[in-house]
């Protein structure tokens, strides 16, 4: 524990790294708690800008030279998802802590060298979506406890890709920060609907049901060429996937990557039982009651405890900026987070052994396995 702020470095000055990370941590309100040390990019020029722009301290165009720097407490790894595992555990060998934007690996073998690497030398790993962070959600947990449906039949969750990171802010522009090219989320390893999206609604119907036991799917890639600023680009990653988990007793769930059509609110379930049903945040077709939410607009992610009552709430990935102040409490003040890396490798290992069993045509016994956050 340390009553110093926390030095972060931010690895990658893209979309997520710009909006999830530069544009929260730069701000007065988080200064005692943390500061912007230093920021990498390997396009040329792009560091230089971020840093410029968000008063980060240092600019590299390496990672090496960023872990290398001694004020780097702990890194948000903004980088594509096929980085992540090289990336971690150059981290962790470097003795810096984690904050991993989803999704954690790409394997779940990945993730396990990773967490088991930062135990050896104490440092401390956080992994988004911190789903479960969400009084809505703590509060789902609770009731599905206490039986509120009974006993539960089945459930869906999931999200469609569509032409979400072609329109984003930041790839409309002509300078190095507004110019992102957002190519990887359709290529192997990492890209698709299922480690892109999907794995917002995974982190919160496993962390109110608990682990899944098994899987199996179908799976492929529709779309073959995307265009981004006036080019084209081949995609080779699964956009279309369906998942059936088994959560044992027989009851089963429905996860969909697809690149359209969804049918249940995003990042939350639809869960049916023999006593009702939860459909996004409608329980038994009324809005659910849970801490703050007379106060929230609707919007769940308002009161996250970093995020609630400050100019966070109002600003684009606030859950994102949520979750590297989990970290941050957890290395200033010993406080773990509900947001852990072991929940973030179950998803996945579903979503591994989903296209596992796509391939095979043979169902997937899971892995790996985590704690559920207590419901309040």
């Known amino acids: 524990m340390s009553a110093k702020p ?8 893209g979309s997520i790294g710009i909006r999830g990370a530069l544009a929260h941590l730069c701000l007065p309100d988080v200064q005692e ?3 912007l040390v230093a920021v990498c990019d390997p396009v040329a020029g792009r560091a230089q800008a971020a840093a410029n722009k968000y008063g980060v301290l240092r600019a590299y165009d390496t990672y090496e030279e960023l872990l290398a720097d001694a004020e780097v407490d702990a890194v948000i790894l903004c980088s594509p998802i096929g980085l992540h595992y090289e990336q971690g555990l150059a981290a962790v060998r470097a003795g810096k802590h984690i904050h991993f934007n989803k999704t954690m690996t790409v394997t779940a073998d990945e993730a396990t060298e990773v967490i088991n690497e930062a135990e050896k030398r104490g440092l401390k790993i956080v992994a988004s979506p911190g789903q479960m962070l969400r ?5 789902l947990r609770k009731m599905i406890q206490d039986g509120a449906l009974g006993r539960i039949a089945w459930a869906v969750t999931g999200a469609a890709f569509g032409a979400y990171h072609e329109k984003e802010g930041v790839r409309s522009g002509s300078d190095v920060l507004s110019n992102v090219n957002p190519s990887w989320y359709w290529r192997k390893p990492g890209g698709g609907p299922l480690y892109d999206m999907s794995v917002y609604g995974l982190h919160t119907l496993t962390g109110l049901l ?3 036991k098994r899987v199996t799917a179908m799976s492929g890639t529709a779309i073959t060429e995307r265009e981004w600023n006036g080019q084209m680009y081949p995609c080779d990653a699964d956009d279309n ?8 007793n027989n009851l089963f769930a429905m996860v969909h990557g697809t690149f359209a059509g969804s049918v249940s609110a995003f990042g939350q379930p639809s869960i049916f039982g ?17 801490p703050g939410s007379d106060r929230d607009n609707g919007n769940p992610i308002r009161l996250l405890p970093h995020v609630d009552g400050t100019v966070h709430a109002d600003m684009e990935e606030a859950h994102v900026f949520e979750d590297t102040m989990q970290l941050v409490r957890w290395v200033r003040e010993g406080i773990p987070s509900n947001a852990t890396a072991e929940h973030a490798r179950h998803v996945v290992d579903i979503i591994e052994a989903g296209y596992r069993a796509s391939e095979t045509g043979t169902v997937q016994t899971l892995t790996t396995t985590f704690t559920a956050p207590e419901g309040e």
């Open 6 to 13: 926390v030095g972060i470095g931010v690895v990658g000055a």
């Open 33 to 35: 708690k943390s500061r």
């Open 135 to 139: 009084p809505s959600n703590l509060r």
């Open 210 to 212: 608990g682990p899944a």
């Open 241 to 248: 996937s369906l998942l059936t988990l088994d959560f044992g």
């Open 274 to 290: 023999e006593r009702g049903s939860i459909v996004g945040l409608d329980v038994q077709g009324k809005r659910l009651d849970y």
